[in-house]
């Protein structure tokens, strides 16, 4: 691999002493059948562990380099190559015929100009860990100066496990659609989209171009199936398990089958990102409805999936009309004297479907959840003929709520509590997000007769709560005035200067900070998250390139750039 040329700038505190290196045009040239590369790839996804492999131009298609590594391909038979670049050819052919202007007139363009080489997708065909279909590197997009790890192409890397699966063109559309949105987001737009949003897309893509039709054997039933084994997961904070890609996938297709594809559409061409993007999107298309309006009315359908029950609480795609999730049940005794206590932990944005049946008589239930954790409770009251009707708890300010149903079990057989929690809007990242503890008491009592305990136990209750509280802010700060006497004991990281080129992989987590906390220090237009996490990611590339083009004249013209780089 040959090493980008780096430069060495200083970055002072409080002074616009910065240059970054340009974005250079990538020299664009015809590859040629048999040609030789080294590529940069992702260790992570490599069944070797490498970060480096060569490969040779096993096929060159209307619109796709198809190159394959050496330790692979060169194990291959000759009438294995064959059958493999006949593969190759179908997929080329597919891929320029349909899945690239299919998926560029709706979502945009997934490159500009002085990215593309000879007007081609390269795809390099890798063995990678079991389970793994393909991947992106955002850091391709940019030159080497930018990004050393970059192989400077318009890149996706496939599984040599799924080049001859039938969901082979599946695979592709969904990776492509990822550099699409790195285009539309990244790019043009100096944003990062929020990663669930970012699957969802790439998920629904395949319903988009038609590989869902006929549903049995697609991907589309394979994500639901994945749902259903785990339907708890949440939508937004993305764990890249299997369930996480069905949620993405189902609320993709309630999301068009009730307002449109113009939603996700029009949600990539926006400045903004995740659930803002959604809601800017819904705003546009003339819907007064938002994210927790449409994610309440879609956990509702996956339950009841029945449009008599209400025009949002079903599915309009013909194969999940007998779709709905399996609530986790809560059996009451049959009996007109019962109380249950019931607590349980969710992330942000799942599903959480509590049935309750059983007992008999006049039911009174009592929600409680931390009021910061914004739980909204809809529910399904369902009669012995399956009629249901939705209703939802209304939530005091404290985070509680309650509801009273007269003579449970004959008037109404369930009832099913889904309750999820909408208090975090953006910075949803990957892997395990917030527990929310949430938790519910159930009493009956016989028809005719108040709930057991009557208003003086209530009374004592609340009494104990609050003196509970009381006592819990009190330990809040004594730990407090610990921990900021350990903090004002500490020493401080000197700001006076980046003496280390800083980019997407550094390892330079002090200067990385250092550099976090000078973009804080200009305030949120520069550096909304405000993240000291040492990592080079991509919203601190982001905050980067705004302070670079907020100073432009001291930064950029000297060195007749336009736009800013991300590089330090």
Same mark, same amino acid.
């Given at each position: 691999?040959?090493?980008?040329?780096?430069?060495?700038?200083?970055?002072?505190?409080?002074v616009?002493?910065?240059?970054?290196?340009?974005?250079l045009p990538?020299?664009?040239?015809?590859d040629?059948?048999?040609?030789?590369?080294?590529?940069?790839?992702?260790?992570?996804?490599?069944?070797?562990?490498?970060?480096?492999?060569?490969?040779?131009?096993?096929?060159?298609?209307?619109?796709?380099?198809?190159?394959?590594?050496?330790?692979?391909?060169?194990?291959l038979?000759?009438?294995?190559?064959?059958?493999?670049?006949?593969?190759?050819?179908?997929?080329?052919?597919?891929?320029?015929?349909?899945?690239?202007?299919?998926?560029?007139?709706?979502?945009?363009?997934?490159?500009?100009?002085?990215?593309?080489?000879?007007?081609?997708?390269?795809?390099?065909?890798?063995r990678?860990?079991?389970?793994?279909?393909?991947?992106?590197?955002?850091?391709?997009?940019?030159?080497?100066y930018?990004?050393?790890?970059?192989?400077?192409?318009?890149?996706?890397?496939?599984?040599?496990?799924?080049?001859?699966?039938?969901?082979?063109?599946?695979?592709?559309?969904?990776?492509y659609?990822?550099?699409?949105?790195?285009?539309?987001?990244?790019?043009?737009?100096?944003?990062?989209?929020?990663?669930?949003?970012?699957?969802?897309?790439?998920?629904?893509? /395949?319903?988009?171009?038609? !590989?869902?039709? *006929?549903?049995?054997?697609? @991907?589309? =039933?394979?994500?639901?199936?994945?749902?259903? %084994?785990?339907?708890?997961?949440?939508?937004?904070?993305?764990?890249?398990?299997?369930?996480?890609y069905g949620?993405?996938?189902?609320?993709?297709?309630?999301?068009?089958?009730?307002?449109?594809?113009?939603?996700?559409?029009?949600?990539?061409?926006?400045?903004?990102?995740?659930?803002?993007?959604?809601?800017?999107?819904?705003?546009?298309?003339?819907?007064?409805v938002?994210?927790?309006?449409?994610?309440?009315?879609?956990?509702?359908?996956?339950?009841?999936?029945?449009?008599?029950?209400?025009?949002?609480?079903?599915?309009k795609?013909?194969?999940?009309?007998?779709?709905?999730?399996?609530?986790?049940?809560?059996?009451?005794?049959?009996s007109?004297q019962? /109380?249950?206590?019931?607590? !349980?932990?969710? *992330?942000?944005?799942?599903? @959480?479907? =509590?049935?309750?049946?059983?007992?008999?008589? %006049?039911?009174?239930?009592?929600?409680?959840?931390?009021?910061?954790?914004?739980?909204?409770?809809?529910?399904?009251?369902c009669?012995?003929?399956?009629?249901?009707?939705?209703?939802?708890?209304?939530?005091?300010?404290?985070?509680?709520?309650?509801?009273?149903?007269?003579?449970?079990?004959?008037?109404?057989?369930?009832?099913?509590?889904?309750?999820?929690?909408?208090?975090?809007?953006?910075?949803?990242?990957?892997?395990?997000g917030t527990t929310?503890?949430?938790?519910?008491?159930?009493?009956?009592?016989?028809?005719?007769?108040?709930?057991?305990?009557?208003?003086?136990?209530?009374?004592?209750?609340?009494?104990?709560?609050?003196?509970?509280?009381?006592?819990?802010?009190?330990?809040?700060?004594?730990?407090?005035?610990?921990?900021?006497?350990?903090?004002?004991?500490?020493?401080?990281?000197?700001?006076?200067?980046?003496?280390?080129?800083?980019?997407?992989?550094?390892?330079?987590?002090?200067?990385?900070?250092?550099?976090?906390?000078?973009?804080?220090?200009?305030?949120s237009?520069?550096?909304?998250?405000?993240?000291?996490?040492?990592?080079?990611?991509?919203?601190?590339?982001?905050a980067?390139?705004?302070?670079?083009?907020?100073?432009?004249?001291?930064?950029?013209?000297?060195?007749?750039?336009?736009?800013?780089t991300?590089?330090?």
């Amino acid at each position: 691999m040959i090493e980008g040329q780096k430069a060495k700038k200083v970055l002072r505190c409080g002074v616009v002493a910065a240059a970054m290196i340009a974005l250079l045009p990538l020299f664009a040239r015809a590859d040629n059948y048999g040609d030789q590369a080294a590529f940069n790839i992702d260790k992570q996804y490599d069944s070797a562990g490498r970060s480096q492999l060569s490969a040779s131009l096993v096929w060159a298609g209307e619109k796709i380099y198809f190159y394959a590594d050496n330790a692979w391909w060169n194990d291959l038979d000759s009438s294995e190559r064959q059958r493999y670049g006949a593969l190759l050819s179908g997929m080329d052919t597919e891929f320029s015929r349909h899945i690239q202007p299919k998926l560029t007139e709706l979502f945009g363009a997934s490159t500009s100009s002085d990215s593309a080489r000879n007007g081609k997708l390269t795809v390099l065909i890798h063995r990678m860990v079991k389970g793994t279909g393909g991947y992106i590197n955002t850091a391709d997009g940019y030159s080497k100066y930018q990004s050393p790890g970059s192989n400077e192409r318009e890149m996706v890397y496939f599984n040599t496990s799924f080049v001859d699966a039938p969901l082979a063109k599946t695979y592709l559309a969904h990776e492509y659609t990822h550099l699409i949105t790195f285009n539309q987001k990244e790019r043009l737009r100096h944003v990062v989209e929020e990663v669930w949003l970012n699957e969802v897309r790439a998920e629904y893509s /395949s319903t988009i171009l038609g !590989y869902d039709a *006929p549903f049995g054997g697609s @991907n589309f =039933q394979q994500r639901v199936k994945s749902f259903l %084994n785990d339907p708890g997961k949440s939508l937004t904070e993305w764990e890249n398990v299997p369930a996480n890609y069905g949620a993405a996938h189902l609320w993709a297709q309630y999301v068009v089958d009730h307002y449109g594809v113009a939603i996700l559409a029009d949600s990539i061409k926006s400045d903004q990102t995740g659930i803002a993007s959604i809601d800017y999107a819904l705003r546009k298309n003339g819907f007064d409805v938002d994210f927790a309006q449409v994610f309440r009315d879609w956990i509702i359908a996956l339950a009841a999936n029945d449009c008599s029950v209400g025009p949002k609480y079903c599915y309009k795609y013909p194969d999940l009309r007998e779709f709905a999730v399996s609530p986790r049940i809560n059996y009451l005794p049959a009996s007109d004297q019962v /109380s249950l206590s019931v607590t !349980y932990n969710t *992330p942000y944005f799942a599903g @959480n479907w =509590q049935k309750i049946t059983g007992g008999s008589g %006049n039911l009174r239930l009592d929600f409680a959840a931390a009021a910061e954790h914004k739980f909204a409770v809809p529910y399904l009251a369902c009669d012995a003929a399956g009629k249901c009707s939705a209703g939802e708890l209304e939530t005091a300010a404290d985070g509680n709520a309650m509801l009273k149903i007269e003579d449970f079990g004959r008037r109404y057989s369930s009832l099913v509590l889904m309750p999820f929690g909408s208090g975090k809007n953006f910075d949803f990242g990957s892997g395990t997000g917030t527990t929310l503890p949430y938790s519910f008491k159930i009493s009956i009592v016989p028809a005719g007769t108040a709930p057991s305990g009557g208003m003086e136990n209530e009374k004592s209750r609340i009494e104990a709560l609050q003196k509970q509280i009381e006592a819990l802010k009190a330990e809040i700060a004594r730990v407090s005035a610990i921990l900021a006497a350990r903090v004002s004991a500490a020493p401080k990281f000197s700001c006076a200067a980046i003496v280390a080129d800083l980019y997407p992989g550094t390892p330079s987590r002090a200067q990385i900070v250092c550099l976090q906390e000078f973009l804080k220090s200009r305030g949120s237009l520069i550096y909304p998250g405000g993240i000291l996490s040492g990592n080079f990611d991509a919203a601190t590339r982001a905050a980067v390139i705004r302070f670079q083009e907020k100073y432009a004249a001291e930064i950029l013209a000297p060195l007749g750039l336009k736009s800013g780089t991300g590089y330090v």
